[in-house]
């Protein structure tokens, strides 16, 4: 599961326990039936939704060693690596900035940036399609894709803001 779905979830625990434990008395009182009816089917459509994102994300088929980063920067193609278990540095020096990026364990990840606001080292270790690194002062953006799957894919991202 991803940092942002956590999160959530740890949310909506800590609202949940909040008023099991502090209110339990008052809104025993005060709820009624339907009250209760909706809180358990919003709680439940939540459920869902996060239930299919993480299903449809995690039923992706390929195989370790088939999926390949591209590098862009300035929105020009960089360069395309391989995402292999062997170690590989990649240096990127640019009017713009210095960035390394490092290649290892079937990922790639951010391991230095000279921006301001090292944000982009944060993004952390990306080793699944779709997932991204970017560095707005680096004009950096770093994606990785499976290269065996079609084009016309309809969940395919459709443009970048």
Wanted: charged share 20%; glycine share 4%; hydrophobic share 45%.
């Amino acid at each position: 599961m991803t940092n942002r779905v956590m999160i959530n979830i740890l949310i909506l625990i800590v609202i949940i326990t909040y008023i099991i434990c502090h209110e339990r008395i008052l809104t025993l009182l005060t709820m009624k039936r339907g009250d209760i009816l909706i809180i358990v089917i919003a709680l439940l459509a939540a459920g869902l939704i996060y239930g299919m994102k993480w299903w449809d994300s995690s039923n992706e088929q390929y195989q370790q060693g088939d999926l390949k980063a591209i590098i862009t920067v300035d929105g020009k193609e960089y360069k395309t690596v391989s995402l292999t278990k062997e170690e590989q540095i990649i240096d990127i020096q640019t009017k713009f900035g210095h960035n390394t990026l490092k290649v290892f364990d079937y990922g790639i990840q951010m391991t230095y940036s000279d921006a301001p606001l090292r944000i982009a080292l944060e993004m952390g270790f990306i080793s699944r399609p779709k997932q991204q690194i970017i560095c707005i002062p680096a004009r950096i953006m770093v994606e990785v894709f499976n290269p065996n799957m079609s084009e016309h894919d309809e969940d395919e991202l459709d443009a970048i803001i």
